[in-house]
């Protein structure tokens, strides 16, 4: 079955450390994106990337990064630069990045906490 | 820059109940227009979407979306509500620069037995 898998399901992080949260997509996508989710506040743009060795800041990138070296991988790496991690992280993925009304389909997601 | 208004963070209604989700874009541009449904600890699941033709959408588990231009909305509708409606939803507006996504903070939908 063609989807997006984002492991770890659950991940607990210490202050301080960097984390990576991988994302992987078999339905030969373009364009791949990580997103951020907080109570009452929908979803936050963090990173893009249209095509492979190639990504964007959203709207929140501080503290975070990405790669992009393979075109079914997106892993995000949370960096003890972020202050507030906590939240739940939501991986999609889109035919293209440019394409009008592309839908962007999202994996199961990965809920971090900080200790 | 975009924005997406959902209209109350809490909705509840009774089974059997017409659902009705209220949503706001602000763009110069029409945009397209999506709502998602999340079930807890999920991911998102496209309902549908508005391009450009009828401005009435159908989309899954019985539910439909109109596009109003003059009122800059595009409300999610379902007749009956079942119990398996329980969930949080999102409107969503894709336009303008880098056709990125602009989610609303989403409403959580109760439907009481």
């Known amino acids: 079955d063609g989807g997006i898998t984002q492991s770890p399901k659950y991940l607990f992080r210490k202050e301080g450390q960097n984390v990576t949260l991988s994302c992987e997509q078999n339905?030969?996508?373009?364009?791949m994106y990580w997103y951020r989710q907080d109570p009452g506040q929908g979803l936050r743009l963090i990173y893009y990337s249209q095509i492979v060795n190639d990504f964007q800041k959203g709207d929140i990138a501080e503290g975070y990064s990405v790669s992009r070296e393979k075109k079914e991988s997106f892993p995000l790496t949370v960096t003890s630069a972020q202050k507030n991690p906590t939240a739940f992280y939501l991986c999609?993925?889109?035919?293209?990045?440019?394409?009008?009304?592309?839908?962007?389909?999202f994996g199961p997601g990965t809920r971090l906490t900080v200790l | 820059a975009q924005s997406v208004t959902q209209l109350g963070s809490h909705v509840s209604v009774s089974e059997g109940a017409l659902v009705l989700l209220r949503c706001n874009y602000s763009s110069s541009v029409p945009p397209y227009l999506f709502w998602y449904v999340q079930y807890p600890n999920q991911g998102l699941q496209l309902l549908l979407k508005?391009?450009?033709?009828?401005?009435l959408v159908k989309g899954i588990n019985g539910f439909e979306a109109e596009f109003k231009k003059s009122e800059t909305s595009f409300h999610l509708t379902k007749p009956s509500a079942h119990m398996s409606d329980a969930a949080e939803y999102f409107c969503a507006a894709q336009g303008g620069a880098g056709n990125m996504l602009t989610f609303g903070g989403g409403t959580r939908l109760m439907v009481k037995p």
């Open positions: 339905l030969n996508h373009d364009a």
């Open positions: 999609a993925s889109s035919i293209s990045g440019t394409g009008l009304a592309d839908t962007q389909y």
């Open positions: 508005y391009t450009t033709g009828a401005t």
